[in-house]
């Protein structure tokens, strides 16, 4: 279960990554337009900026988020459906995923079959997190593992990525033309435990919703405390350093 508004309290940092991959997409009037894993598809809508005379789609699995994506952008068409097994009635022009793929297990093994959704000429855009050796990953696992909550989280989804040369390699041995690359964003946040905050709309949720309740606020206390060390406030806010990977392959 997702939780939308908590999503999208760090929205504007959420947007950048999608709209450099959006930027860079070398398609100038695609027909057919699929967002797979759109959330609540505020940044879908952008897509329909972008390409206003494109078909737009979203796909997401999530129940809430499908929810609120029909409710926020009125007219977009929005699928729940696994974006692992969802095709589409024919191969489109743009198939794009933003940080969706990392919680995929092996999805290395899925790229082939994504990629036949799309038409010759057409691109396979997705950008990912690459930040899974930082504090705001390891120390979440690491708390994870100890008594009392080991026992409850074995087997909880937690994301993973690979590096941009990869997912490059992948691709051009498919025959694409690929343009792959790596950001480390540093974003800037500010209030109390916004470590905490930001991961709570992410990768901290699976976790959570695995922990008995009486578990949950001791386990945010001292995760809390570790990321807290981990990312000082200096003065200036909290810096918590990003990296994505960003990848398009042209087929």
Same mark, same amino acid.
């Given at each position: 279960?997702?939780?939308?508004?908590?999503?999208?309290?760090?929205?504007?940092?959420?947007?950048?990554?999608?709209?450099?991959?959006? =930027?860079? @997409?070398?398609?100038?009037? !695609?027909?057919?337009? $699929? +967002? /797979?894993?759109?959330?609540? %598809? &505020? #940044?879908?809508?952008?897509?329909?900026?972008?390409?206003?005379?494109?078909?737009?789609?979203?796909?997401?699995?999530?129940?809430?988020?499908?929810?609120?994506?029909?409710?926020?952008?009125?007219?977009?068409?929005?699928?729940? =459906?696994? @974006?692992?097994?969802?095709? !589409?009635?024919?191969? $489109? +022009? /743009?198939?794009?995923?933003? %940080? &969706? #793929?990392?919680?995929?297990?092996?999805?290395?093994?899925?790229?082939?079959?994504?990629?036949?959704?799309?038409?010759?000429?057409?691109?396979?855009?997705?950008?990912?997190?690459?930040?899974?050796?930082?504090?705001?990953?390891?120390?979440?696992?690491?708390?994870?593992?100890?008594?009392?909550?080991?026992?409850?989280?074995?087997?909880?989804?937690?994301?993973?990525?690979?590096?941009?040369?990869?997912?490059?390699?992948?691709?051009?041995?498919?025959?694409?033309?690929?343009?792959?690359?790596?950001?480390?964003?540093?974003?800037?946040?500010?209030?109390?435990?916004?470590?905490?905050?930001?991961?709570?709309?992410?990768?901290?949720?699976?976790?959570?919703?695995?922990?008995?309740?009486?578990?949950?606020?001791?386990?945010?206390?001292?995760?809390?405390?570790?990321?807290?060390?981990?990312?000082?406030?200096?003065?200036?806010?909290?810096?918590?350093?990003?990296?994505?990977?960003?990848?398009?392959?042209?087929?």
């Amino acid at each position: 279960m997702w939780d939308p508004d908590q999503y999208l309290r760090y929205a504007d940092q959420r947007a950048r990554p999608f709209l450099e991959l959006v =930027a860079r @997409v070398p398609l100038d009037a !695609p027909d057919t337009v $699929v +967002d /797979l894993g759109c959330g609540p %598809a &505020t #940044l879908t809508a952008l897509l329909r900026e972008r390409w206003p005379d494109a078909r737009v789609t979203g796909v997401d699995s999530s129940p809430e988020m499908v929810a609120r994506a029909r409710a926020e952008v009125p007219g977009l068409e929005v699928v729940e =459906a696994d @974006v692992t097994t969802w095709r !589409p009635a024919e191969p $489109v +022009d /743009l198939l794009l995923s933003n %940080a &969706t #793929l990392q919680w995929v297990p092996g999805h290395l093994d899925l790229l082939p079959g994504l990629l036949e959704q799309v038409r010759p000429g057409g691109c396979l855009a997705f950008g990912v997190p690459g930040n899974f050796t930082e504090p705001s990953h390891t120390e979440r696992l690491a708390l994870a593992s100890e008594p009392p909550y080991a026992e409850h989280t074995v087997g909880v989804p937690s994301p993973a990525a690979h590096d941009a040369a990869t997912y490059l390699e992948v691709l051009a041995g498919l025959g694409c033309t690929v343009d792959a690359w790596e950001t480390t964003y540093l974003h800037v946040l500010h209030g109390p435990d916004p470590v905490l905050d930001w991961i709570a709309g992410t990768s901290l949720s699976p976790t959570l919703q695995a922990l008995p309740g009486e578990l949950r606020e001791p386990f945010c206390d001292e995760l809390r405390s570790r990321l807290t060390a981990a990312y000082p406030d200096r003065g200036n806010g909290v810096v918590l350093p990003f990296r994505r990977v960003f990848v398009i392959a042209r087929r």
